[in-house]
């Protein structure tokens, strides 16, 4: 079994930043592609960014130029470096993780743009 824990999300001014990190731990063999999600209040859960394992990476237009997804292979975590943080930005942002050639999901963490 394979478990991912979040960090990083709190609430955050317009403008500002935040880096949430996703770690997975357990009975790992191999681990391929690496995103995030987010799910807005009375909204689809949608797409932000992934990772592959060689670091190819690919955003939303929505939050392209803005979010920068990075990974550690060694230590099995994915982060998401937000920058430039809109009020629409505000979501459960969850990470997901192709571990064992099974998907894996965090449990989310909330990112609140407040001013």
């Known amino acids: 079994q394979v478990q991912l824990v979040e960090s990083g999300g709190g609430s955050v001014q317009p403008g500002g930043s935040l880096r949430l990190s996703c770690a997975a731990s357990g009975n790992i063999f191999s681990i391929r592609g690496m995103g995030w999600y987010r799910q807005a209040p009375g909204k689809e859960r949608e797409w932000v960014a992934s990772i592959t394992a060689v670091g190819r990476t690919n955003y939303a237009d929505s939050v392209k130029g803005r979010f920068i997804i990075f990974r550690d292979n060694a230590k099995n975590t994915v982060y998401l470096q937000m920058n430039s943080l809109k009020r629409e930005d505000t979501a459960v942002y969850y990470c997901?993780?192709?571990?064992?050639?099974?998907?894996?999901w965090g449990q989310g963490t909330q990112v609140t743009v407040s001013s």
């Open positions: 997901t993780v192709v571990a064992n050639e099974l998907d894996y």
